[in-house]
């Protein structure tokens, strides 16, 4: 795969800060997508959503972030697929790359960090000591350095979204989060960079937490509200495919992430399970 041509390539903050600055005098906003990489239709339909708001002013990070990793996590191991990730989103609309080193986004190994407490330590949080306090330091480090006006995330990462919510009210952060919907596969699998860590009938297993998703949206639509019938009905689900072994089944509020007892309209509904060695998630936004 050749390198993007059009699409500019920067490494350091100081780059990213000025593309950004330079582009502020003219109209118009200016769009980060934040990324680890891998990309995929997932990753091109938030750079597609940011280039149909800004175009000309989208920025794509690249950056496997290691803070949002635990010990035994799949850090080194992460997919990394950079000159296809450049091809993937100057062909989706992105204008410039930031892809730095650990070293320029922590410095000296850097002591500041920012953490969302008591959403912080709910869902993945829980499961995943650290992970949040790992995702929102270093959103925090992009959003003050590219000051984007709009910043695109997946609800994919439902959670992550809360998280980052928060944080941005909180910091009084002048960048708006743009939330778009999951991408799946044909069969409903969600679409994530660590799919290509599943073997084909480890991938067939992983499709429990899509038919655990689609069995309770329709049991909503069809007036089920109670939590815990709904919770009880997703394990079912997963108690049909032991080999999809379930971290966590919540029903919570989509801003606090706190359980509820009810359904109602923008519940949270978010699953986790590992398949093998591979830990998944999925989610939906209740109608
Ligand atoms: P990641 O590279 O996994 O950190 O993801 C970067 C961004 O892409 C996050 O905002 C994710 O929520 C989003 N994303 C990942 N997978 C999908 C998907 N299947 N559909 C929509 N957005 C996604």
């Not at 780059?15 to 934040?34: C, N």
């Not at 679409?191 to 084909?200: D, P």
Request: one cysteine or more; a neutral charge; hydrophobic letters at 45%.
């Amino acid at each position: 795969m050749t390198r993007s041509s059009s699409t500019k390539i920067v490494r350091t903050v100081a780059e990213l800060r000025e593309w950004s600055r330079s582009l502020r005098a003219a109209d118009g906003p200016i769009a980060l997508v934040p990324t680890m990489g891998a990309l995929h239709a997932g990753h091109a339909s938030l750079i597609r959503a940011a280039a149909s708001t800004a175009p000309g002013r989208v920025a794509v990070s690249i950056f496997v972030n290691p803070m949002q990793f635990g010990p035994n996590e799949d850090f080194a191991r992460y997919p990394r697929s950079f000159d296809a990730d450049c091809a993937l989103a100057e062909s989706a609309g992105a204008s410039l790359v930031f892809a730095p080193s650990v070293e320029e986004l922590y410095p000296n190994g850097a002591a500041t960090f920012v953490e969302v407490e008591g959403l912080d330590n709910r869902l993945d949080g829980h499961s995943r000591p650290g992970h949040f306090r790992g995702v929102a330091t270093v959103v925090a480090k992009l959003l003050i350095a590219a000051e984007p006006d709009l910043a695109f995330f997946g609800q994919k990462d439902a959670a992550q979204v809360a998280v980052l919510r928060r944080m941005v009210c909180d910091l009084r952060l002048s960048t708006r989060l743009v939330v778009c919907p999951i991408v799946r596969d044909p069969d409903g699998l969600a679409l994530s960079s660590r799919n290509v860590y599943l073997s084909a009938a480890e991938r067939a297993r992983a499709l429990t937490l899509s038919r655990a998703v689609r069995h309770i949206e329709s049991l909503v639509a069809s007036g089920q509200r109670s939590a815990s019938v709904l919770i009880e009905e997703a394990r079912k689900v997963f108690a049909a495919e032991p080999a999809a072994r379930v971290d966590y089944i919540e029903l919570v509020d989509w801003s606090t992430l706190l359980p509820v007892d009810t359904a109602t309209p923008g519940t949270l509904f978010a699953v986790a399970a590992s398949v093998g060695s591979t830990r998944l998630i999925d989610n939906t936004i209740l109608r």
